[in-house]
Structure formats: C-alpha cells, structure tokens
C-alpha cells in the first residue's frame, strides 16, 4: 500500500491541526495504522496507532490527552493535534502494517511525510 500524509503547517504553540493519510487503496481489517514523526537530527519516533477492525488506539506519553488518531473512511486515517507545543515539530508520517507494535520497523508504505512546525 502507498500512504501520503498531508495537512501539515505551521501553528503558533497552543494550536491545533489535523493530520490526513490516504491509503492507495481499501484499508484491510487487519491493518494497524499509526503515525510516526521525525525531527531534525533525530530517530522517526512513534506517536500513535490504530487497529482498524477494532478501533483501538495507543499513543505516546508525549502526547497523551493531545492527540487524537480516528478513522476517517475506508482508506484514510487521521491525527488531531491539539495545545501543540514547539516540541513537536517534525515531519509526520504515516505507515501500515500487522503488528500491534511502536516500532517504526513494523511499518511500511511511508510516503514523503508532512512538516509540522510550531512556533513559541
């Protein structure tokens, strides 16, 4: 499956954006979605996930209570940043994989990803 994240921007701290991914074809009941993020200089780091049969979701410590990942359709899969803060700029990513897991190695289908930069 290819996946494209788009809706990246730049926010003042506090703010909120929504992140889409839209999936090259009908995601699979199977399928886990997550969304991971990489800073300048830093590894892609996890930050939350979805398995798409069930709905179940897990997120990152670092933005527990401020993100929200959700199903939009068939084939895309969104992430509501809220009370954004300067520490989460990066580019955003979306992967697919099977494995309920945070590791970036269990993914695929990444895409070009979107910036995400909050101002202070």
């Known amino acids: 499956v290819q996946l494209q994240a788009f809706g990246g921007g730049l926010v003042q701290a506090g703010g909120s954006l929504r992140l889409s991914c839209a999936a090259s074809r009908r995601i699979y009941s199977s399928t886990v979605m997550a969304w991971f993020r990489q800073a300048p200089g830093k590894e892609r780091e996890f930050v939350s996930r979805i398995r798409w049969s069930t709905g179940r979701t897990e997120s990152a410590d670092s933005v527990k209570g401020r993100f929200t990942i959700s199903k939009d359709s068939a084939n895309t899969v969104s992430l509501q940043m809220n009370s954004l803060k300067p520490e989460d700029t990066a580019v955003y990513y979306c992967?697919?994989?099977?494995?309920?897991?945070?590791?970036?190695?269990?993914?695929?289908?990444w895409g070009q990803g979107t910036q995400v930069t909050v101002s202070s």
């Open positions: 992967g697919a994989g099977t494995q309920w897991s945070g590791d970036r190695r269990d993914y695929n289908g």
